[in-house]
């Protein structure tokens, strides 16, 4: 089955500087990459997916990137501000496309200093 | 509209007992799923359903049991609950786009 890995398992920055988060995933024939957002004590949440017919997507402050050759896509936070810091999921589709659930990353802490 | 809703949100049980975690969707998406959360492992799947009747397991599937008799509801029952099974149990709804909507998890300790 897919094994997704996940670093770093906390991540701290200055706020208003970048975040990278990087995933590396094992099934080529997985198509489908979303990234959850997770705050203390809430249920996760999406906050940016990609599929593996795109190379990079942009919402705002918040980017994915996909290498779908090296088999590993990044989360890229910009400008970080404090309710940025929380738990960050990524995900990847596995053989199912969905359907048989996602495969998630063990999860980076992200702490924002201020 | 709740959309989909957990309950009970928190349950203390002993080792031993059956307990029954509950599940319920509003929006009649095909595609249910119990995940569990623990410190160190991130989120790993218990079991999903595509449709009623229909359920499989997923990576983590030993010491509990799903049914799905209808297509809003996925129970997920601990036969006789171990006190490795204390967790946090998310369930999740998916319309087969890949995203997932998740309830508010429910956190059950098992002593």
């Known amino acids: 089955g897919e094994n997704v890995e996940q670093h770093p398992s906390t991540l701290s920055v200055q706020e208003g500087d970048s975040a990278v988060i990087k995933c590396t995933y094992s099934?080529?024939?997985?198509?489908?990459f979303p990234w959850y957002k997770q705050e203390l004590g809430k249920r996760p949440q999406l906050i940016i997916d990609?599929?593996?017919?795109?190379g990079e997507k942009k919402d705002q402050r918040i980017a994915v990137t996909l290498n779908k050759t090296a088999k590993h896509f990044s989360l890229h936070i910009t400008e970080t501000q404090p309710e940025d810091s929380a738990v960050y999921f990524c995900?990847?589709?596995?053989?199912?496309?969905?359907?048989?659930?996602?495969?998630f990353g063990k999860g980076t802490h992200l702490i924002i200093q201020p | 509209d709740a959309g989909i809703t957990q309950s009970p949100r928190y349950k203390i049980t002993e080792t031993g007992r059956q307990v029954t975690l509950m599940c319920h969707q509003t929006?009649?998406?095909?595609?249910m799923f119990w995940y569990r959360q623990d410190l160190g492992h991130g989120l790993r799947l218990i079991y999903y359903?595509?449709?009623?009747?229909?359920?499989d397991k997923g990576e983590v599937p030993d010491g509990y049991v799903v049914s799905r008799s209808k297509t809003e509801n996925f129970p997920l029952t601990l036969e006789s609950a171990t006190r490795s099974q204390t967790s946090v149990y998310f369930c999740?709804?998916?319309?087969?786009?890949?995203?997932?909507?998740f309830g508010e998890g429910s956190r059950l300790t098992v002593l």
């Open positions: 999740a709804t998916s319309r087969n786009t890949g995203e997932l909507f």
């Open positions: 099934d080529s024939a997985s198509n489908y």
């Open positions: 990609i599929r593996s017919n795109v």
């Open positions: 995900a990847a589709s596995g053989l199912g496309g969905g359907a048989d659930g996602l495969t």
């Open positions: 929006w009649s998406h095909s595609y």
């Open positions: 359903s595509a449709a009623a009747d229909i359920t």
